[in-house]
């Protein structure tokens, strides 16, 4: 049967099966209703390919980037970059496994493309190597899974969804890179976090060819930093801003320096603030090392104390060298005639930079001075251990608080102030920690019934530190039964914490912030320092805050006598 209209020709079919005719209007809607089962099925024998999952927690140690995920029947291919320095060596670990979030299952290692498991591999010029791994087959429910390859090398919280989380600002990020021979990757995060030793979960972007793109998603606009991989490797970075605003980014960086952000208003603003009297301030520090290398930036005593400091291999002689040296630059007695007045061209040009800026904060209130008010309340407190002027204060709190209350600069700059609390005369802030099992504790009660204490913040990483915290062993021993008591706080990994423990022989109970989840340091205002420590009497007083352990032993004398 034939039905023509115009020019088109619709054919009407008939189709008999088992003796019943089916019209072929009703064959069409079943085909709608079984092709998404269709197209389901040659998805799964095919693969199901996600690209760039999104991840909750790199702990790779800033090496690895997961490209894609490919699921199939029989295998889970994850496909990664590892980004390490040129010509330096890497390996996969034959017990790498793919782990549920729940818990409940983990997939094994089935094979390898790009690397051997076990075996060391070089990487070439560019320093990336693509990697290839494949894994026995997720179970359908799996929504997230873990890559766990060692305790450094993981990926934790990888989302199987192909479908990127909604996002209010969508940023492309786009740059070039110049005169960084070593640097592979570059590294993303909050300008806080993307340097912190002590908390990974940076975004690993690959250089190819000098240039690199990533697309950046976030609910928030808020700056971001970035460093470079070999940077964080050798432990000294010169971190680099920007705002992450909706739309394109060009990003140009040559060595340490140049730093150029191209697109977006706010980062137009940032940089005219951030740049303001910058080429004055630079013939100053240009004329300070042409003074410094003639070595006539200092008196000639100091540079006889740089001689004997760079010839000194004892480290106590060393402390008190430069100790020395700082003594004399607090009674004005370190620099030249020329360097003195060189000095005091800089305070004078920083201090007139310093009142634009606050003139910039009060009268054109944006994001952008928004982050200039915070870096300088960070300043005050963090980085000088001075309490914040009032004038900063009182312009934050009429003026910025109001107007961004949920903005993650409002909630740091609470932080701050917070910390405050904490400086010599005011009182420790209390906190439930776990120690070395698990066993949560809390601060107050384990300080409780003490004449003094000591709170002491450290790290697996810092040598001075734990330097400190052994030369308070025989005082705690000799003091513990006197009313002295010593409760160690790290923000390592509980293994990492556990080997510094057994390594110096603490003896006394040690808590745990783990990969500074909770920002306890933060809290305390030393965010910027691998430890710290906290001297406070039976009321909870802070008497003294990053003292010497001889400065430490005096007191404890003094108070369990």
Not at 86 to 104: A, D, M, Y
Not at 497 to 525: A, T, V
Request: charged letters at 25%; one cysteine or more; a neutral charge.
């Amino acid at each position: 049967m034939e039905k023509i209209i115009g020019k088109s020709v619709t054919f009407v079919r008939r189709v008999r099966l088992k003796g019943k005719t089916i019209n072929p209007h009703a064959m069409k809607k079943l085909y709608l209703l079984l092709l998404p089962c269709l197209l389901l099925a040659v998805a799964c024998n095919r693969g199901l390919t996600i690209e760039q999952p999104e991840i909750t927690h790199n702990f790779s140690t800033n090496n690895l980037v997961l490209e894609r995920i490919v699921r199939t029947s029989e295998t889970t291919r994850l496909d990664l970059t590892v980004c390490c320095l040129p010509g330096s060596r890497f390996s996969i670990s034959p017990e790498t496994h793919l782990k549920s979030s729940k818990g409940e299952k983990t997939y094994a290692l089935i094979g390898t493309e790009g690397v051997k498991t076990g075996k060391k591999i070089q990487s070439d010029s560019t320093g990336l190597t693509a990697v290839s791994l494949f894994f026995e087959p997720l179970a359908d429910d799996e929504e997230q899974i873990d890559f766990i390859e060692s305790e450094e090398w993981q990926l934790l919280g990888i989302s199987l969804s192909p479908r990127k989380k909604p996002a209010k600002i969508e940023c492309l990020i786009e740059g070039t890179v110049s005169g960084c021979p070593q640097s592979t990757a570059i590294l993303l995060n909050s300008p806080e976090e993307v340097f912190n030793r002590y908390k990974k979960g940076n975004i690993v972007i690959p250089i190819r060819n000098g240039k690199f793109s990533y697309r950046l998603y976030t609910d928030t606009c808020t700056v971001y930093g970035l460093c470079f991989n070999d940077e964080w490797i050798n432990g000294r970075a010169y971190i680099k801003e920007f705002f992450a605003e909706p739309g394109r980014l060009v990003l140009t960086i040559n060595g340490n320096d140049t730093f150029r952000v191209e697109g977006g208003k706010l980062n137009d603003e940032y940089q005219r603030l951030s740049f303001y009297g910058q080429d004055r301030m630079q013939a100053i520090y240009d004329r300070r090392d042409s003074l410094d290398k003639a070595r006539q930036l200092y008196t000639p005593e100091v540079y006889a104390l740089f001689d004997e400091m760079d010839s000194c291999t004892d480290r106590s002689k060393r402390n008190l060298l430069s100790e020395k040296f700082q003594n004399l630059r607090v009674d004005g007695k370190a620099y030249s005639r020329e360097g003195d007045a060189l000095d005091k061209m800089a305070q004078k040009l920083l201090n007139e930079i310093g009142e634009w800026e606050f003139a910039q904060i009060k009268e054109h209130p944006s994001l952008a001075t928004y982050h200039l008010l915070h870096e300088k309340l960070k300043a005050c407190i963090v980085y000088d251990k001075q309490p914040a002027p009032d004038s900063l204060v009182d312009v934050y709190r009429t003026l910025y608080h109001p107007s961004y209350p949920e903005h993650p600069f409002t909630r740091e700059i609470e932080t701050y102030l917070q910390a405050q609390q904490t400086f010599v005369g005011g009182k420790y802030i209390d906190l439930v920690l776990p120690d070395t099992t698990g066993t949560p504790h809390r601060l107050s009660e384990l300080l409780q019934g003490s004449k003094i204490a000591l709170i002491d913040f450290w790290s697996i990483h810092c040598g001075p530190c734990r330097r400190t915290s052994k030369a308070m062993i025989p005082v705690y021993e000799k003091f513990k039964d006197k009313g002295f008591c010593i409760v160690g706080i790290s923000r390592d990994g509980m293994q990492q914490m556990i080997r510094g423990i057994r390594h110096d022989g603490y003896p006394w109970i040690n808590l745990i912030d783990e990969y500074n989840k909770n920002q306890i340091f933060k809290s305390y205002g030393i965010d910027n320092s691998a430890g710290y420590t906290f001297l406070v009497d039976s009321c909870g007083t802070v008497i003294t805050a990053g003292a010497s352990a001889e400065e430490m032993t005096a007191i404890v004398e003094k108070y369990c006598r």
